[in-house]
Structures are given as structure tokens and as C-alpha cells.
Nanobody, 115 residues
Framework: QVQLMESGGGLVQAGGSLRLSCAAS????????MGWYHQAPGKQRELVAL???????NYADSVKGRFTISRDTAKNTLYLQMNSLKPEDTGVYYC?????????WGQGTQVTVSS
């Protein structure tokens, strides 16, 4: 079983930057992929960045060139570097890990971008 804990959210002006962190613990050795999801107020949760175990990445079109997903294996931590933030980036960001047949979610961290 994997436990995930997000941190790093906050209030920032448009054009600013934040770095989100997702610390993983528990049975972490069989994790295949990890990702960051965004849920804007009143909208469905959607994938914004994906990191495979081999290191390949994928991004939603809306964040390409602005967001970077990465990991620190020694710290068992996933990161999302968010630059050039826009008001539409506002919402709750969730970390997800897939291990075998099971998916685990963090509790989410709030990001608010003001104009």
C-alpha cells in the first residue's frame, strides 16, 4: 500500500511560480507510473503531467512549456514545477501513484492564481 502526501500549494499572482511536492511512503517499490492531476472549481479532475518508471513524461497541452514533472528517487518524492502560472491553473492538485492493480491518491493541495 502506498501513501502520498502533497505540499507546496498556495496563493500566487499570474506569471509566478510554485513547486508542488508529493512524498511517497509504504510499499513504493512496485510503482509503475505517477502523475499530477488538476481539478478546477466545479470541473472534473484531469491529468496534467505523467511520469513513467522509465523516465518518460507527458503533459496536457494547456501546461506544455510551463510545467515540469520530475522525481527524486532517493527522497521518494515527486515534484511539479509550475511556471508562468495563469488564473485558469487555479484548483486542487492531486498526486497519484499506480502500483500493480492499485491506484493511490494524495489528499490534494490548493493552488490559487490571482490576476
Amino acid at each position: 500500500q502506498v501513501q502520498l502526501m502533497e505540499s507546496g500549494g498556495g496563493l500566487v499572482q499570474a506569471g509566478g511560480s510554485l513547486r508542488l511536492s508529493c512524498a511517497a511512503s509504504g510499499s513504493i517499490f512496485n510503482i509503475g507510473v505517477m502523475g499530477w492531476y488538476h481539478q478546477a472549481p466545479g470541473k472534473q479532475r484531469e491529468l496534467v503531467a505523467l511520469l513513467a518508471s522509465g523516465g518518460s513524461t507527458n503533459y496536457a497541452d494547456s501546461v506544455k512549456g510551463r510545467f515540469t514533472i520530475s522525481r527524486d528517487t532517493a527522497k521518494n518524492t515527486l515534484y511539479l514545477q509550475m511556471n508562468s502560472l495563469k488564473p485558469e491553473d487555479t484548483g486542487v492538485y492531486y498526486c497519484k501513484a499506480v502500483s500493480g492493480a492499485f491506484g493511490s491518491w494524495g489528499q490534494g493541495t490548493q493552488v490559487t492564481v490571482s490576476s
